[in-house]
């Protein structure tokens, strides 16, 4: 049992009585990421549980008030009202980590790993103009931002782009024009990749054009997933293979769940109960269901909605223990 893939342990389990125990005691599953939501005021803040559908709640005085930019292995990368005072923050163990100012302005941030790692660098990504690019980087225990510029040579679509993403070492943002700009923080260089053919088919389709987009830039195992959603359509996902970017049905999902959200996205493999899946940051108080799309069902749970994310909830790591 220990030598089988995830799909063919539960399938094996199935078989009788004492596979099933040998399959659960060798069972490895993934974690999967939990939902914050920031309160419009006061200090409690809710965490959600979207597959147990349970809520819990934080008192957390020292980050109320306050703008969330970014979350990665359960920190949380704040601003302060100020709009230039920076800080990363664990929710579980209350620690904090101070950042300087970033003075200039950005439309994406995003850092590479835990700030307590030793390893992490926190990047911003602002157009300046269309062929002009602005990308600053810390390191945590720094005292300055490095800042630079880069000319394009593609345009980039200032107004409807993905969130940013760290992966292979390199952070990437994907632009509406059909874009990847990846840039690269050991050597600072800046690279642009562009794909000859539409990548998304309707593109010039005249209701797609007016209909709000939003693009979800993620990785699996150091592979690029797309993803975009237009009004209350199916997501539509992409995989980058062999620098072509290819549309996944539910069969080449393959028991992949996406975790979006407008900050920043994630996957998982094999997540009981969540396979093939998109879930995003929002749900029903009331019967706490989490807002999801299965692209096996083809359809969204509950079913109807207005709005997909909400700018008050991102993902988190869950706690260390669920005792919160």
Request: glycine fraction near 4%; include cysteine.
């Amino acid at each position: 049992m220990s030598y089988l893939l995830l799909k063919d342990n539960i399938r094996a389990s199935a078989v009788c009585k004492a596979r099933r125990e040998a399959a659960e005691h060798v069972r490895v599953v993934e974690k999967y990421p939990w939902i914050i939501s920031f309160p419009t005021q006061g200090t409690l803040f809710d965490l959600f549980d979207p597959l147990q559908r349970k809520m819990y709640s934080l008192n957390l005085p020292d980050i109320a008030g306050m703008n969330v930019c970014f979350s990665k292995e359960g920190w949380l990368l704040m601003r302060k009202s100020s709009f230039v005072e920076f800080f990363f923050f664990n929710p579980y163990s209350r620690e904090l980590i101070s950042l300087p100012n970033c003075e200039l302005p950005f439309q994406a941030i995003a850092f590479s790993s835990a700030p307590s790692s030793g390893t992490c660098v926190l990047v911003t990504l602002n157009p300046i103009s269309e062929y002009l690019v602005a990308i600053s980087i810390c390191y945590p225990g720094e005292t300055e931002w490095i800042n630079m510029e880069f000319p394009c040579s593609i345009a980039f679509d200032p107004n409807i782009h993905s969130n940013l993403i760290y992966a292979n070492g390199h952070f990437y943002c994907f632009t509406a024009g059909g874009v990847l700009f990846d840039f690269d923080p050991s050597s600072r260089t800046l690279n642009q990749q562009a794909w000859d053919e539409p990548i998304f088919p309707n593109i010039h389709n005249s209701e797609w054009i007016y209909l709000p987009k939003i693009f979800y830039l993620m990785e699996q195992k150091g592979q690029l997933f797309l993803m975009y959603t237009y009004g209350t359509e199916t997501p539509v996902v992409y995989k980058l293979v062999s620098s072509k970017w290819e549309e996944m049905s539910s069969a080449l999902l393959d028991g992949l769940t996406i975790f979006a959200s407008r900050y920043c996205s994630e996957t998982r493999m094999n997540v009981l109960g969540m396979r093939n899946k998109v879930y995003f940051p929002k749900y029903d108080v009331h019967n706490k269901q989490c807002v999801s799309y299965s692209y096996d069902e083809g359809r969204y749970s509950p079913c109807k909605q207005k709005e997909l994310v909400s700018v008050e909830s991102l993902w988190i790591e869950p706690p260390p223990c669920k005792d919160v």
